[in-house]
């Protein structure tokens, strides 16, 4: 099939290799000259583990290409994929401009009856605006020309997303139209064929599901951590509660591990924006608004540590950190906990020595050069002369530790451990003192 793809990002660029690898001819259009022209040579802009490979193999078989010509994609594919950003506006509704500015252009120039599917993550009611800002530039050119606008959810993680595209759980489909269920089903077909994936549903519900999927794993995350701190309170260790309820095939163990706080480019803004969505229906979403506060709060936990571990006083400190990005295998800095934990540091006239095996050129431009951060070549160079030191992704490349070398290398021998990787015991033998998350009184 003929399939073009707004948006090289994580989903889009994801997407349209993914269509590819299994014969669909792609054409992936985005308005980032700068990225265009490096995917037209084979370099990815972002690190997703099994991608580059996949896109050179694509583009050499010519069944992938990149274009920053919305006319050539527009008039190239009969599927035509929105996978832009919809970030968080100020009021932490979703944005939509990128969404409706690629729906105006698909009305601009198409010439011939097209499926316009919304992969981005967007609120209950998008597609309806989808198809008027489509019908409008039809209606400009004078054109009556048929299409139809689909929703298409995409529920893949960064770090896995190759994986979770070809062998997610479910593919989800909004539409009421058999004919866009039929080319859909086209479209998926190799991905569909060991047992039914598709899932076709009125577009609302489509659009609602992306939501409820997030939000409810924000609430795992969330949940875990108002546990947390309350075990580090009542003296409990939150790693035996989790294994505890975990084996409770009800409650089961993904998702339940306390930490720093949830980033990222989707749980935080999706819980915002679901929470807006239910406001301006009129109903006060409470349970969102309470996950969001819960994770608000968690992302302060490794600066309230600190503060703790050096009573109050962390000026002039040079704080050594493991992990800038907002979990492992990619280099998304997007909400991450290191973040928060960087700015509050450096608030209060600390330094930061930080190491990140995949996000630190990401760091680097959302910071540029600063006196207070130095970005280090291993872990090893991270920790050399720092006080202290905090983990903030769980990176496997992380979880073995000599603490012997570590108590020699700080200054202060003090470890804040927001993902839980070492045993406390072992730590506190080594004579450092070690701040995890809801682990008992040392917590
Ligand atoms: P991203 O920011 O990585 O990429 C978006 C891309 O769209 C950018 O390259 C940008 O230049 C391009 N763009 C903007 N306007 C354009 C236009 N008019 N025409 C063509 N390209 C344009 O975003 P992302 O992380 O890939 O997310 C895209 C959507 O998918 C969002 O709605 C997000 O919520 C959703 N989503 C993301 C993930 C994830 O893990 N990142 C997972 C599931 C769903």
Known sequence: MKIAIFGTGYVGLVTGTCLADVGHDVICMDVDADKVSRLKRGEIP?????LESMVRDNMHAGRLRFTTDPAEAVTFGLLQFIAVGTPADEDGSADLQYVLAVAKTIGEHMDDYKVVIDKSTVPVGTADKVGAALSQALAKRGSQLEFDVCSNPEFLKEGAAIDDFTRGARIVVGTDSERVEALMRECYAPYNRNHEKLMFMDVRSAELTKYAANAMLATKISFMNEIANLAERLGADIEEVRRGIGSDPRIGYHFIYPGCGYGGSCFPKDVQALARTAGQVGYPAELLGAVEAVNRRQKTTLFTKLQRAFDGELKGKTIALWGLA??????????????????????????VQAHDPEAMDECRRLYGQRNDLTLADSREAAVEGADALVICTEWKSYRTVDFAWLKRELATPVIVDGRNLFEPDAVKQA????????????S
């Open 431 to 442: 004579g450092i003192l070690y701040f995890a998350v809801g682990r008992g009184e040392s």
């Open 326 to 351: 907002f979990k492992p295998d990619t280099d998304d800095m997007r909400e991450a906990p290191s973040r928060a934990l960087m700015e509050a540091l450096w608030a209060v006239g600390a330094k």
């Open 46 to 50: 972002i690190y997703e583990p099994g």
